[in-house]
């Protein structure tokens, strides 16, 4: 007699088979789907930190400037200026702290000393002045005539542009000695006779423009012209497409007179006492956001191109040194 064997199936049947590949496509594809946007809002997050960190950087050197223009220590009195020639060149004349170019005005309008082709076309510009940190020197003694002497060497480079100052008066002076020395000799001598707890403050000169940047892209730069012989010019920030500026003219005492105005309708630098600030800021990485995105920039509706992620910031400042 025979006896036969059931034997059991083993393995998947072509239908089992088929059902769990559809079930992997449809769990790979969930997967993938998530991994996809995650990253897409990864790469908009962390364009969107970039765009921020350059609006705020950019603010925090305009402001400061702009916060401080005129600033000359603790002098109440009166300013004695450079020699000439340099006495007759707003970026080394400290009374009038700020000054500044409407992208409306043409080249020729543009100081002789700036390069109209360093600035982007539709672009402001603002010259800013003061007295800036402590030289870090002490005096050994009151001054004389046209000598500081110091406890140690100066680290003072021979041109760079200083103010000493007192209630009584102030000056402002060119440095004749090197950063070695243990005194600082001035350019010219000085109008008052300075004790020895005058201020000794380093002189800043700076003007703030966009022009294209290493990456190709705007930026934010700035030329700085503490001392003439020196003049260094400075990629700070990338990422800001755009910068307009409007100024506000007060009274002796300091209150606003009128409306925020174009640099060129500005006829009294020394008489501006708060300055609005509007900066576009764009994402370096191009193709973050799609469609193009449409933004609100100095009441026109701007496209930005090819993806990048754009944001606008604004404030107003005071200038200190002019309120009341």
């Known amino acids: 007699m025979r006896v036969f064997f059931q034997t059991k199936q083993s393995g998947l049947s072509l239908v089992e088979l088929m059902v769990a590949m559809v079930l992997g496509l449809l769990l790979i594809g969930g997967v993938l ?16 930190s970039k765009v921020q ?20 220590g603790e002098c109440v009195g009166s300013l004695n200026n450079l020699p000439s020639p340099l006495n007759n060149d707003e970026r080394y004349i400290l009374i009038s702290g700020i000054k500044g170019w409407d992208n409306s005005e043409a080249d020729s309008a543009l100081p002789s000393w700036f390069p109209a082709s360093k600035r982007l076309p539709g ?33 003072l480079a021979f041109g760079t542009l200083l103010v000493i100052a007192e209630p009584v008066g ?42 294209n940047g290493s990456s190709n892209t705007p930026s934010l730069w700035r030329v700085r012209y503490d001392n003439p012989s020196d003049i260094v010019t ?18 002796s005492e300091g209150n606003i007179t009128g409306d925020y105005l174009d640099a060129n309708n500005i006829t009294d630098w020394s008489s501006v006492v708060s300055v609005k600030i509007t900066l576009l800021a764009t994402s370096n990485d191009s193709n973050v956001v799609s469609p193009n995105q449409v933004i609100r920039f100095n009441g026109q509706d701007i496209t930005i191109n090819n993806g990048r992620l754009a944001q606008v910031f604004s404030t ?8 009341p």
């Open 53 to 72: 960190e350059s609006g705020r950087f950019a603010m925090d050197f305009l402001t400061f400037d702009t916060r401080n223009a005129s600033y000359r």
């Open 316 to 323: 107003t400042v005071g200038i200190r040194n002019r309120l």
């Open 234 to 251: 400075e990629e700070i920030v990338e990422g800001i497409q755009n910068m307009q500026i409007k100024y506000a003219q007060g009274d």
């Open 123 to 155: 672009t402001d510009m603002v010259l800013l002045k003061h007295a800036a940190n402590s030289a870090g020197v002490t005096l050994a003694s009151a001054p004389t005539n046209d000598t500081i002497t110091t406890t140690t060497a100066t680290k």
């Open 33 to 48: 789907q998530i991994f996809l946007s995650s990253k897409n809002t990864y790469i908009t997050n962390l364009a969107l």
């Open 170 to 211: 102030c000056d402002i002076f060119q440095n004749q000695k090197t950063a070695t020395s243990l005194s600082i000799s001035s350019s010219n001598e000085f109008r008052y006779a300075y004790s020895q707890k005058a201020d000794l403050l380093k002189y800043q000169s700076s003007i703030y423009y966009i022009d």
